[in-house]
């Protein structure tokens, strides 16, 4: 006779430890595959077959006798590829340029890790067909845009966001919901960012405008009536390989004023340790948050900034650099100042006396008479323009350069005005290269001739103090 031994009962701690691991065992996958990562390594190489070797079968292959050479296309050419595709199918608007195609506008993309499998993120702007067979081709306009169509609905365009696999096939989309009571044209996405890594959550910042709303009547009010909105999509990897996009705005809120990843990173956090906050309230938090943190770095800056300095520091602003030298002659050292705005979009100068028992006597400040780091007004470099204050006897001078790219140099020299008592603009010098060319000019300009009187609280280096008779006249070109 066969005996079976019966099974013991397991212990209180057996079943407590059994609980923990398969608790464990079934949250792993979680772990293990929830995790969204965003590159910007795109793979830009590529071949050719065919190509011409020499001077002669270039001449020939211009001709049309023989083959063009056939290239291998690149991981972003593909994106693009794919995701114009998808979009002259959902697209309503017209290409002007070309009207047996639809009109979209790419934006920056990324390579994304979702789950351990390679997709890619691809924002794309283009109005949204409100059926299957509309068709808007734009309305010509002279002066004002009228964001009109032919067929007689209003132009639109909505900000919208594709995925692709590895393979360049799309397997999720998603048009950005923004709920504002007006009509509103998406002209950019400036910027993409993980928000939650582990739980598949990603940030998207869109910009748009109102296309009934008031049009700028300047330069310096373009732009102005521009909105910037972020806002979180949770990824979702189905079985079948398709990506469920989720818009979630229960943090956030929608609309919202975060320009930023940093902003909408900060209110996600403030979300998961106060999830009873409203949005309004998520907003105000983080308003005070940024606050802190500027002022905490302001009092680093007053921290490493000589103390003779500290008390002639702008509240807001942190120093960017301090300048030395004998202005008046009168064996004492003088400065200058160079303060930043904590979100870097202002320079201010301080010009200061100095006095025989060491302190400084303030004789100056200006608003604009120092650009900014990113107001070197090229496209095709990033330097920061500022580059010295001077201080010699008599005068101060700014200067401004950038070598790279647009090659240029701007030289504004200020002497003080004893009647006036201010330092005035005696004398300006703009210079420019061109490089390709090997070409250049410089012009010097004085007043009254080419400029009235202007004291250094008045000038704005960035718009124009030339009277319209020095416009266009050089000193000297070369």
Not at 129 to 137: I, L, N, R, Y
Not at 320 to 326: A, I, Q, V
Not at 429 to 446: A, M, W
């Amino acid at each position: 006779m066969k005996s079976t031994k019966k099974p013991t009962k397991p212990s209180r701690i057996d079943r407590a430890f059994a609980q923990v691991l398969t608790a464990a065992c079934l949250s792993l996958p979680l772990w293990a595959h929830a995790d969204v990562k965003l590159s910007s390594d795109w793979d830009e190489h590529y071949t050719c077959t065919g190509t011409s070797r020499n001077l002669v079968e270039l001449a020939e292959t211009q001709q049309g006798l023989r083959p063009r050479p056939v290239c291998t296309r690149t991981e972003s050419q593909k994106v693009r590829d794919a995701a114009a595709r998808s979009a002259r199918a959902r697209s309503a608007s017209v290409d002007r340029a070309d009207p047996t195609q639809r009109y979209f506008v790419n934006a920056l993309g990324f390579k994304m890790m979702l789950d351990g499998r390679q997709h890619y993120l691809e924002p794309i702007l283009f109005m949204t067909k409100s059926h299957p067979d509309e068709v808007c081709t734009p309305s010509d306009y002279t002066g004002r845009p009228t964001y009109r169509c032919d067929e007689g609905q209003r132009h639109t365009n909505d900000c919208h966001v594709l995925i692709f696999n590895d393979k360049f096939e799309e397997v999720g989309y998603h048009r950005i919901e923004v709920k504002e009571p007006y009509q509103f044209f998406c002209n950019a996405v400036p910027a993409i960012g993980v928000g939650d890594a582990a739980n598949n959550l990603v940030l998207v910042t869109m910009q748009y405008f109102a296309i009934d709303g008031k049009p700028a009547s300047t330069i310096a009010e373009l732009g102005q009536g521009w909105n910037r909105m972020t806002v979180a999509l949770r990824l979702e990897l189905q079985d079948n390989g398709r990506v469920l996009i989720r818009q979630e705005d229960d943090c956030l809120g929608n609309p919202n004023k975060y320009g930023l990843i940093r902003d909408a990173r900060t209110a996600l956090s403030i979300c998961r340790a106060r999830p009873k906050l409203t949005p309004v309230q998520v907003a105000s938090a983080v308003e005070e948050h940024n606050k802190m943190q500027l002022l905490i770095k302001e009092l680093r800056s007053r921290g490493n900034a000589p103390a003779k300095f500290v008390p002639w520091m702008s509240s807001g602003y942190l120093l960017f650099s301090h300048h030395e030298g004998d202005l008046d002659g009168d064996g004492i050292a003088d400065a200058a100042l160079v303060l930043e705005s904590s979100d870097k979009s202002m320079r201010r100068l301080v010009i200061l006396k100095g006095l025989p028992d060491g302190s400084f006597a303030r004789t100056g400040v200006s608003d604009g008479v120092i650009l900014c780091g990113e107001c070197n007004g090229s496209f095709r470099t990033t330097e920061d323009p500022f580059k010295e204050v001077i201080l010699q006897k008599g005068k101060l001078v700014v200067r401004h350069e950038v070598a790279g790219g647009d090659h240029w140099e701007r030289l504004l020299a200020f002497a003080w005005s004893r009647r006036d008592k201010q330092w005035q603009l005696v004398e300006y010098v703009d210079s420019r290269h061109e490089p390709l060319e090997q070409k250049g000019r410089k012009c010097t300009y004085t007043p009254p001739k080419d400029f009235g009187k202007i004291s250094i609280e008045e000038i704005d280096v960035s718009r124009s103090f030339l009277k319209s008779t020095a416009k266009g006249r050089c000193v000297s070109s070369y």
